[in-house]
């Protein structure tokens, strides 16, 4: 099979789309570091208080950084797929030179349920949830 060859053009194309998927990825990670520094910081007034409304609480921060943080791995999903039709890598959409066009891809492992219900996002969100209703009913 022979190797593409890329104009500048289509290879500063391709870099400006890797820079909005670095961009979403790493907004990704900040929502989860917000995320454990605010619980933190409620579980902390909640050893010191007593007070377990607290952890509930650090509840809501919770899901809403679990929002927050499957919108922006959402858009990177969907930039991933106008990469991959820009490399050549897949062909579904014909994406015209430095277009950004991520509206172009719904659905499947386009959708935002399935971004929110993905395994790499339950597993940070769900046992963190877990952990604070277990404290808030065992203590």
Known sequence: MATKKFSSEEIKHLEFI???ITRMNGNSFQMKGWMVAIVSALLAIYA???NNRFVLVAIVPTVIFWFLDTYYLWQERKFRGVYDDVAGVTNKNKIALFAMRPDLYTGGKYS?????FSV?????YLPVIAILLGIYFLM
């Open 48 to 50: 010191s208080t007593q």
């Open 18 to 20: 890797q820079d909005v």
């Open 120 to 124: 790499t996002i339950l597993w940070v």
């Open 112 to 116: 935002y349920f399935n971004v929110h």
